[in-house]
Structure formats: C-alpha cells, structure tokens
C-alpha cells in the first residue's frame, strides 16, 4: 500500500518530510488536516498519533509519528537519492547538522514565533527580542555552515536541508506577514547578512517539485 503522509499547512515538522519527498522524488499521498477544525484531534486522527500531532505516516499496518523518523523510513524503503548519505561519515555529518537544527533554532523559532503567528504579538517584548536575538544567533551558524559547501551537510541536498528549510522560510513569512514587528526586532537586510544562507534557499526552491511542498493555505 503506498503511503499516506498526514500534516497540517504550514507546519514545520510536517514540511521537513515534504521536502524531503521532493529531495527524493516521491510523489506520495498527502493528506493535510485542519487546524482550525481539529481533524488532529478527531478521534480518526488519534488513533493514528494518540498525541494528536502531525506529522504522521501510514503504510499499512505501519505507522510512523515522528518526522524525523518518518524521513529515515523513507530513505530505507525508497534508496534512491539518500536523506542521510551513503558512508558512515556523510551519515553522522547529516544528523549532527539535523540535530542542530531541531535542537537549537527550532526551539528559538518557536520562542519568536508563536506569539506572533498564535497569540496575537504587535510588540517588543523583552522575550521575543531574546527569541530574535536567538535566532539571529543561529542563522549566523547557518552561514557559516554552508562555507565552502552548496547544502547544509555538503554538495547535495540531504535530511538537514528538509529539517532547516522550512524554519528559514516561516521566518521570511513572518516578515511578509508582520514586517513592522519584525523589522523593530531586527530583521532586516537578511539576504545582504546571510548572503550564502540566502542562495542555498534560492537552490531548495529550484529543486524539482519543490512547489509541491509548500503550504497550500499560503495559495488562498
């Protein structure tokens, strides 16, 4: 049975295994869930991921609750294009610069983000200037990251690419959507600070279907 990937628009975790389906070249089903109805915590939903979160995976009697796990499943039962490399060392590099991500600037993100996007933020506070001087922090270690390498992890896209994209690209959303709020806590001129950050994005947006992976509430 082919798999069904569950995910809501615009969720972080449940873009990184979109992009990495694009990285791959899959064409899998993808079922997206309501937000503002609850179809995550419907009771069809809860027995798929009891913890009412997305994203999930369902293949058969498998399922998978976790995205970065569901990005390991995929690379074992779709070889092709490996997510996570093809050496023990390219395999470590990949989740070292995964884990980074998912460790440090996801956490930021959510500090920065949540208020602006969930809980109706319009000013500086001193948490979210905290939040923005974090993540700054970390888009810093991303340009230094890509020194000397086209990906996050070397010459290809890999699992750090489809983990760090999408916390890059709700970032430059926001500053579409809340500019003023965004440029008081700094952001500004981010493409002329993080010049080599700037043209990796540029490189994941070429990548072929990548069109597929993006929210589709964005389109509305």
Same mark, same amino acid.
């Given at each position: 049975?082919?798999?069904?990937?569950?995910?809501?628009?615009?969720?972080?975790?449940?873009?990184?295994?979109?992009?990495?389906?694009?990285?791959?070249?899959?064409?899998?089903?993808?079922?997206?869930?309501?937000?503002?109805?609850?179809?995550?915590?419907?009771?069809?939903?809860?027995?798929?991921?009891?913890?009412?979160?997305?994203?999930?995976?369902?293949?058969?009697?498998?399922?998978?609750?976790?995205?970065?796990?569901?990005?390991?499943?995929?690379?074992?039962?779709?070889?092709?294009?490996?997510?996570?490399?093809?050496?023990?060392?390219?395999?470590?590099?990949?989740?070292?610069?995964?884990?980074?991500?998912?460790?440090?600037?996801?956490?930021?993100?959510?500090?920065?983000? @949540?208020?602006?996007?969930?809980? %109706?933020?319009?000013?500086?506070?001193?948490?979210?200037?905290? +939040? =923005? &001087?974090? $993540?700054? !922090?970390?888009?810093?270690? @991303?340009?230094?990251?890509?020194? %000397?390498?086209?990906?996050?992890?070397?010459?290809?896209?890999? +699992? =750090? &690419?489809? $983990?760090? !994209?999408?916390?890059?690209?709700?970032?430059?959303?926001?500053?579409?959507?809340?500019?003023?709020?965004?440029?008081?806590?700094?952001?500004? &001129?981010?493409?002329?600070?993080?010049?080599?950050?700037?043209?990796?994005?540029?490189?994941?947006?070429?990548?072929?279907?990548?069109?597929?992976?993006?929210?589709?509430?964005?389109?509305?």
């Amino acid at each position: 049975m082919e798999p069904t990937i569950y995910t809501i628009s615009g969720s972080p975790r449940g873009w990184r295994v979109l992009l990495g389906m694009v990285i791959k070249g899959l064409d899998l089903n993808v079922k997206y869930l309501s937000l503002s109805d609850g179809d995550h915590k419907s009771d069809a939903y809860l027995e798929i991921n009891p913890r009412g979160r997305v994203p999930s995976l369902v293949a058969g009697d498998i399922k998978i609750t976790d995205s970065l796990a569901i990005l390991s499943w995929l690379d074992q039962q779709y070889p092709v294009k490996p997510l996570f490399g093809s050496s023990p060392e390219e395999h470590a590099k990949i989740w070292s610069t995964t884990r980074d991500t998912t460790d440090k600037l996801r956490d930021g993100m959510n500090a920065l983000l @949540l208020p602006i996007f969930f809980k %109706g933020a319009d000013k500086v506070t001193p948490e979210l200037q905290e +939040a =923005a &001087d974090t $993540v700054m !922090y970390e888009l810093q270690w @991303l340009e230094n990251r890509l020194d %000397g390498q086209n990906y996050m992890a070397g010459d290809t896209p890999t +699992a =750090a &690419d489809a $983990v760090t !994209y999408p916390e890059v690209r709700i970032l430059a959303r926001a500053l579409e959507t809340h500019s003023d709020l965004m440029t008081q806590l700094g952001f500004i &001129d981010l493409d002329q600070k993080f010049p080599k950050g700037h043209a990796w994005a540029r490189r994941i947006e070429a990548l072929d279907g990548f069109e597929k992976c993006l929210p589709v509430h964005w389109n509305n």
